[in-house]
């Protein structure tokens, strides 16, 4: 073999080795999809840890501005509802219904955080995680983080909050933005 054809068969290989990989890229570059959005299932289960506690919640949100969350522990706190509509507030427990034409919750309430974070996860851009069962939708809201777990389809069923500590002042500037707007 002469010193031109070695070097032509080592061009055309090299080719061939570029040409591949160059297809074996594309096609792996295109199968990526996109990820789901967020959804809230009828009902989602919340566990929301504060200073003051840890509470265990379900929660249900119609849309922006429409939801309901009801403490399921700790026991004192047990059957206590607040149900927030385009009219107001109402809290109940047992048969003790009390209502409110405008929403009087303190930002800093399980109540508050919790229908904060509902509407945030649904209108706002949040980090998102594949997982072996499905997707994490993370991200922050009036001094609370949150951790929304998501079903394969992005239907969220459960979420962890943790507020953060009063005394932190990322946290009051937080607060007291929300409070501004």
Do not use: W
């Not at 048969?95 to 409110?100: A, F, P």
Request: proline share 4%; aromatic share 4%.
């Amino acid at each position: 073999m002469s010193s031109d054809s070695a070097t032509e068969v080592i061009s055309i290989k090299k080719l061939l080795f570029l040409t591949s990989a160059a297809a074996i890229l594309l096609t792996g570059c295109s199968a990526v999809s996109s990820l789901p959005p967020p959804s809230i299932a009828d009902s989602v289960s919340c566990t929301v840890s504060t200073p003051s506690g840890v509470y265990e919640c379900t929660a249900q949100y119609v849309s922006d501005g429409i939801s309901c969350v009801t403490i399921d522990s700790p026991e004192n706190a047990s059957g206590l509802s607040f149900r927030q509509t385009d009219e107001g507030l109402q809290i109940s427990r047992g048969s003790l219904i009390c209502k409110s034409d405008s929403i009087t919750l303190p930002k800093t309430s399980v109540p508050f955080r919790v229908m904060s974070v509902l509407s945030r996860i649904c209108s706002a851009d949040n980090t998102t995680d594949k997982t072996e069962d499905g997707y994490t939708f993370s991200g922050s809201a009036v001094g609370t983080n949150y951790t929304a777990h998501a079903n394969s389809s992005g239907c969220i069923k459960k979420i962890e909050i943790i507020a953060a500590d009063p005394s932190d002042s990322e946290a009051q500037v937080a607060v007291a933005k929300h409070r501004i707007s």
